[in-house]
């Protein structure tokens, strides 16, 4: 699948547990920040979605757990979307971005590293009914 939006992030300390790795619902919170960030990017406003009587909302969400972030990490969640049904299914990359510094002591440093991989299905609620949004699909060219 290509990846048609990245969003840079960073581990802040506070999102880590006392094992010093990234607590697992905080990659919940990465994805959704690149799945906001592309929907806003595309000229859509959850707000004024919610106006009109338009929700959007999470169906579904599986997450591969391969490696974990840790404090100050530097990462990029990466994004594809397709359309299945009435569902929009966001597959979305955490990747750990190079870090030359840290390189110098430990060698995963030194190269871009897959540590999450997830697949988010989305479905649009209208007026209180599941339904197909002619809108959704215009602006994320479905």
């Not at 994004?79 to 299945?84: G, P, Q, Y």
């Not at 995963?108 to 991989?117: G, H, M, N």
Request: aromatic share 10%; net charge negative; charged share 30%.
């Amino acid at each position: 699948m290509e990846f048609i939006f990245s969003f840079p992030m960073r581990v802040r300390d506070y999102e880590c547990d006392i094992q010093g790795i990234v607590n697992n619902a905080n990659y919940l919170h990465y994805f959704e920040v690149c799945r906001h960030e592309y929907i806003e990017s595309r000229g859509v406003e959850f707000a004024d979605l919610h106006r009109r009587g338009i929700d959007v909302v999470v169906a579904q969400a599986e997450i591969k757990f391969k490696r974990s972030l840790r404090p100050r990490d530097r990462f990029e969640v990466r994004l594809a979307i397709e359309k299945r049904g009435l569902r929009y299914v966001f597959h979305q990359d955490i990747v750990r971005c190079v870090d030359e510094v840290r390189a110098a002591t430990d060698a995963s440093y030194a190269k871009d590293q897959l540590c999450i991989r997830a697949q988010t299905d989305i479905v649009a609620i209208i007026d209180g009914r599941l339904s197909d949004c002619a809108e959704l699909n215009e602006k994320f060219g479905l």
